[in-house]
Structure formats: C-alpha cells, structure tokens
C-alpha cells in the first residue's frame, strides 16, 4: 500500500514563500503522476499543479508565475515551491500519487495547511 506524506505547511505573511514536500513510499513501483490540489474553508477541492515522471507541467490559471512543481523519481518526491503568496492561498494543501499502469492507483495525503495571513 502506498503511503502519501506531505510536509512544509504553516503561517507565512503575504508576499513570503513556501515550500511544501510530499513523498510516496511504500511501494517498489514508480509513481507516473504526482500533484497538488488545494481546498480552502467552506470551497472544493480544486487542482494547483501537477507533473508527471517525465518532467511534464500542468499549473491552474491562478498559479502560474507563483508556483513551481518538481519532483524527485528516484524518491517519489514532489516539491511545490510557492512564492508570492496571497491570502486567497489559505488552504489545506493535498498531495495526489497516480500510478496509471497495473497495479494502478491513486493515492491521497491527509494535507498539509498553509494559512497566509498578516
């Protein structure tokens, strides 16, 4: 079973940085596609960014110029590096694992949470 671990959540005033980490383990599979989703009080879920083993991108609208996802494959690690933050960024922040060929899956964190806020 694979294990979604998210870390680097916290208080940061507008304007500053974070850098949130989420590793998959538990598995001798590699993880084809790795993303962020964010969900703030009282609003869905919605998608940040995401990127596949490849190296392939995928940002929403209001993130690009903001945000950058990387990752690590030989660690199944994500990074999702966040820089002028707004307090509309206020969420819970989610890390989601997909494996696409057998044995696929798809894999949540609890969330990590990032309060933006002066």
């Known amino acids: 079973q694979v294990q979604v671990t998210e870390s680097g959540g916290g208080l940061v005033q507008p304007g500053g940085s974070l850098r949130l980490s989420c590793a998959a383990s538990?598995?001798?599979?590699?993880?084809?596609?790795m993303g962020w989703y964010r969900q703030a009080p009282g609003k869905e879920r919605e998608l940040v960014a995401t990127?596949?083993?490849?190296?392939?991108?995928n940002y929403a609208n209001s993130m690009k110029g903001r945000f950058t996802i990387s990752r690590d494959n030989a660690k199944n690690t994500v990074y999702l590096q966040m820089n002028s933050l707004k307090p509309e960024d206020t969420a819970v922040y989610y890390c989601?694992?997909?494996?696409?060929?057998?044995?696929?899956?798809?894999?949540w964190g609890q969330g990590t949470p990032v309060t933006v806020s002066s």
């Open positions: 989601k694992a997909v494996r696409l060929t057998i044995p696929v899956g798809v894999y």
């Open positions: 538990g598995s001798r599979f590699s993880i084809d596609v």
């Open positions: 990127i596949t083993s490849g190296g392939i991108t």
